[in-house]
């Protein structure tokens, strides 16, 4: 029960991992407050607000606190994988500005208006997640630059808020996440008959992540368990981003 008492902002909460977020804290004895820009009944209170309009976010955070009397922990799972976001030299302009703001912009708003709150609380501090991609830390020559640019920035944006915060209580770190086993991701695949088989000889474990994984990561990180890691962005990816070669049996050396 690390979360008896606390008050948690899970944002981005109707999706398949926002919702697995929601129930992992709630599970450990929190108060979430699950958040979504569409109608939802995530959470113990339901909120629906556009993070990309500042004047909602301001609005949510402030009522939060006004209605529940504290804030320790935020999780930002804001996300767009766009169709349309292809190589540099083949995206629309459009395109970019949506990708990046809907991954970038929204988690420096959201940040920008739960720090002061986070800064507030009795005991002062609390945890700041943010939702990476571990094509942060990867070069490809394929689809979704600007989805990879975007997701770069939000960890490089969590590194500076980490050190720049660690005074103040407040620890800020971002999950580079790989492939999670979501309808969404595998939908992902699925557009290209045999692209999943292809990929999965190259992921060291040989499959998705789960969705308890992931969840288990974000918990984790929010938690007092954590209270010594911050600026940090943690590779939830099977190993992906680390393999130069992929062992054909697991238990051959």
């Not at 029960?1 to 899970?10: H, P």
């Not at 292809?86 to 990046?100: A, F, G, K, N, P």
């Not at 500076?160 to 407040?170: F, K, M, Q």
């Given at each position: 029960?690390?979360?008896?008492?606390?008050?948690?902002?899970?944002n981005g909460a109707a999706s398949d991992i926002g919702a697995a977020v929601v129930d992992r804290l709630r599970g450990e004895g929190a108060?979430?407050?699950g958040v979504d820009r569409k109608e939802h009944s995530v959470g113990d209170v339901s909120v629906t607000a556009d993070l990309l309009a500042e004047d909602e976010v301001r609005a949510l955070y402030a009522d939060v606190v006004g209605r529940l009397g504290r804030l320790d922990v935020v999780y930002n799972n804001q996300g767009l994988m766009d169709r349309g976001d292809?190589?540099?030299?083949?995206?629309?302009?459009?395109?970019?500005?949506?990708?990046?703001d809907a991954n970038l912009t929204s988690t420096f708003l959201s940040c920008k208006h739960a720090v002061p709150l986070l800064l507030e609380t009795d005991p002062r501090g609390g945890a700041i997640v943010n939702s990476a991609s571990f094509l942060?830390?990867?070069?490809?020559?394929?689809?979704?630059?600007?989805?990879?640019?975007?997701?770069?920035?939000?960890?490089?944006?969590?590194?500076?808020?980490?050190?720049?915060?660690?005074?103040?209580?407040?620890?800020v770190n971002a999950v580079l996440f790989g492939p999670i086993d979501t309808p969404a991701q595998r939908a992902v695949f699925e557009r290209n008959p045999g692209a999943l088989d292809k990929r999965l000889v190259h992921w060291p474990m040989g499959r998705f992540g789960t969705l308890a994984e992931a969840a288990a990561t974000v918990a984790f990180l929010a938690s007092d368990d954590a209270g010594f890691i911050t600026a940090a962005a943690i590779p939830l990816d099977g190993g992906i981003t680390r393999a130069f070669t992929v062992p054909e049996d697991s238990a051959t050396p």
């Open positions: 029960m690390r979360f008896t008492d606390r008050v948690c902002v899970v108060l979430v407050v292809l190589s540099l030299l083949h995206t629309d302009l459009d395109i970019w500005r949506t990708v990046q942060a830390e990867i070069g490809a020559a394929t689809a979704q630059m600007g989805y990879a640019a975007a997701k770069a920035a939000v960890v490089q944006l969590t590194r500076d808020l980490g050190v720049h915060l660690a005074r103040g209580g407040v620890r």
